[in-house]
């Protein structure tokens, strides 16, 4: 079946030429998008993510395409067309389509287009033995907090991952501390059983997963630190883990070809995973 799409007011097929040239997003990488999973037919933490999504636009000084209610209605119905019970739906708002200046007038509508894909969550497999990361120096601009379209600096480091035979980059800041992966959080387990991630800040992306994983793990009685851990920290670490939309709680069991301990998954990521699949109506990763 053709994938649907969603593009301004039109529900086409995805490889329809639907936007144009002069759509700002396209010249300029000037929009922000949302990502969020389909799970059994129920849309994973919606409210959230269209938060994040109203708090990025805010940030660009954007308005909203469509009323939120409007927005849900959108992406409900693309999902229906699309036919999969289980899915990420991607949407993407840029400033709009106007001649092509870098400066941008008051008044541009923005454009928004919304597509659906199969979701392909971790392999049973992946999350039993864990992934590995390499660590790269944080590339990226002072506003990472935006959940912007401008993505060179993570592509490129995701690229050398995959290159290396790893699932995510690890981003360095310049004092060798990890900021995030490149389209993940990053988390570890300290001596004391402790969860550290860094605290939320102009330096990494606000992770639902993140928000979601902290009050899984508080309400489990697990300790969670907010603070910046260096990458000597994380190879010293009890457990590390990563966390995102579509790669859930996910092990990371070696950083730069270093064993995480005895380079397998720890309890607490698998106690988290496990929660976190069942808070999101997932079957258990076990
Ligand atoms: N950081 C970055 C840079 C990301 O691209 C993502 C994935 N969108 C995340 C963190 C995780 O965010 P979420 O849990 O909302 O998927």
């Not at 690229?159 to 790893?166: L, R, S």
Request: charged content about 25%; hydrophobic content about 40%.
């Amino acid at each position: 079946m053709a994938r649907i799409a969603y593009v301004n007011g039109r529900y086409v097929s995805i490889d329809t030429p639907a936007v144009a040239i002069e759509d700002r997003g396209y010249q300029f990488a000037d929009g922000i998008y949302e990502v969020c999973k389909v799970v059994r037919g129920r849309f994973c933490d919606l409210e959230r993510h269209l938060d994040r999504l109203e708090r990025s636009l805010d940030a660009m000084g954007m308005p909203m395409p469509m009323s939120r209610r409007a927005l849900a209605l959108v992406m409900e119905e693309t999902w229906r067309r699309n036919a999969l019970p289980d899915a990420v739906i991607y949407l993407q708002v840029s400033r709009g389509t106007a001649p092509r200046n870098h400066a941008f007038g008051a008044s541009m509508r923005p454009s928004l287009v919304v597509t659906v894909r199969a979701a392909k969550f971790p392999s049973g497999a992946e999350l039993e033995k864990g992934v590995g990361v390499i660590s790269l120096p944080d590339e990226r601009w002072a506003n990472c907090h935006i959940k912007s379209i401008s993505l060179l600096p993570n592509i490129l480091a995701k690229q050398q991952a995959a290159k290396a035979g790893c699932r995510e980059a690890w981003l360095l800041d310049e004092q060798g501390r990890v900021t995030e992966g490149s389209s993940s959080n990053a988390w570890i387990v300290d001596g004391e059983g402790r969860l550290v991630t860094r605290p939320l800040g102009r330096e990494i992306l606000g992770g639902i997963t993140r928000s979601v994983v902290i009050e899984l793990a508080k309400r489990d009685g697990i300790e969670v630190v907010e603070r910046a851990f260096t990458l000597e920290e994380a190879k010293a670490a009890r457990e590390a883990f990563l966390t995102s939309t579509t790669s859930l709680v996910l092990p990371v069991t070696a950083i730069d070809g270093t064993p995480v301990a005895n380079g397998h998954p720890g309890s607490v990521t698998r106690r988290l995973a496990e929660l976190y699949a069942e808070a999101e109506g997932m079957a258990t990763a076990a």
